[in-house]
């Protein structure tokens, strides 16, 4: 089996636990280390994330990092979190046992692989690299608002005035989209998620919209220029009138599972909309009356 490590090098957990994986799949299996990371197993192979080639690569940090990591490989990706919130990842720094657990469970083959939808794009034909949580098209100026169309499938659907357009997969439907009042939706779905950022009208809702169509924003207020990002990570510049057009991938982002539940995942993260501890807030059962 060839693992591949990437861990963020800005992180000094993220570090700590790469050093701490190496130790632990020593003569057990080929380990080849991300070139961002020289300092960790100074002896072994190293490499870009695009050209290692692995069978799995373990992401350690946030989800940012696992989010660099998918937008590099097509490997597995075993994402452990290192982060503050982490809801793609499937084991927590914070649990060391845990942690050591995992590793064993992944050299023995005892784990399950979770697909999920990507997004594709193209900019005025112009191919973009796929997203796994969402793209972006956002007012290139801070703090003036733009106008974009939005066509689905070729069909103008109309106009939004707003700070930007968010459109996400449902993996994404927990990170940017959430923040502006975007649904949750099951990652075990594919969708296309259409959310405004502070737009002009309060009452503008978000849509979600099965995922053959194709969406096209197009940045049409005469005058600004507009852009849009990839992940939260790459930036591109839109002209005026400008049209990006985003659909469903034919690639899929893979996780290394051990059998947590997209919702076992999001407890204690505060964004489920409902308390997750009867004891602290939420409606005990004994206070219910009595069915009819």
């Known amino acids: 089996m060839k693992i591949g490590l990437q861990a963020n090098p800005r992180k000094p957990r993220a570090l700590e636990f790469g050093r701490r994986l190496v130790e632990k799949i020593a003569g057990r299996a080929d380990l080849i280390v991300s070139d961002e990371?020289?300092?960790?197993?100074?002896?072994?192979?190293?490499?870009?994330?695009?050209?290692?080639?692995?069978?799995?690569?373990?992401?350690?940090?946030?989800?940012?990092?696992?989010?660099?990591?998918?937008?590099?490989?097509?490997?597995?990706?075993?994402?452990?979190?290192?982060?503050t919130i982490g809801v793609l990842a499937e084991v927590a720094t914070e649990a060391p046992a845990e942690f050591d657990a995992a590793v064993e469970r992944l050299l023995s083959g005892f784990y399950h692989l979770e697909e999920r939808m990507k997004l594709g794009a193209d900019l005025e034909g112009r191919p973009l690299p796929d997203a796994t949580n969402e793209f972006v098209v956002h007012a290139a100026q801070a703090g003036k608002m733009g106008v974009f169309e939005v066509a689905f499938d070729g069909e103008v659907a109309g106009q939004i005035r707003a700070d930007g357009v968010i459109v996400a997969t449902p993996t994404g439907s927990t990170a940017y989209s959430l923040s502006s009042f975007g649904p949750i939706v099951d990652p075990g779905l594919d969708a296309l998620i259409l959310t405004a950022i502070a737009p002009f009208r309060a009452e503008a809702r978000a849509i979600v919209v099965e995922p053959l169509h194709t969406l096209r924003l197009r940045n049409i207020l005469a005058g600004r220029g507009a852009i849009t990002i990839a992940d939260g990570q790459s930036e591109f510049p839109m002209a005026p009138d400008a049209a990006l057009t985003v659909y469903r991938s034919p690639r899929r982002a893979t996780f290394v599972r051990f059998g947590s539940t997209f919702f076992y995942?999001?407890?204690?993260?505060?964004?489920?909309?409902?308390?997750?501890?009867?004891?602290?807030?939420?409606?005990d059962h004994a206070d219910l009356p009595p069915p009819p």
Request: charged content about 20%.
């Open 37 to 83: 990371l020289r300092e960790i197993g100074p002896d072994l192979p190293h490499s870009s994330l695009v050209e290692m080639r692995p069978d799995v690569v373990v992401a350690i940090g946030g989800d940012g990092t696992f989010l660099y990591t998918l937008g590099r490989t097509s490997a597995p990706v075993l994402p452990i979190n290192a982060g």
């Open 265 to 283: 995942r999001l407890r204690g993260k505060r964004i489920l909309p409902w308390s997750e501890d009867l004891a602290s807030g939420g409606t």
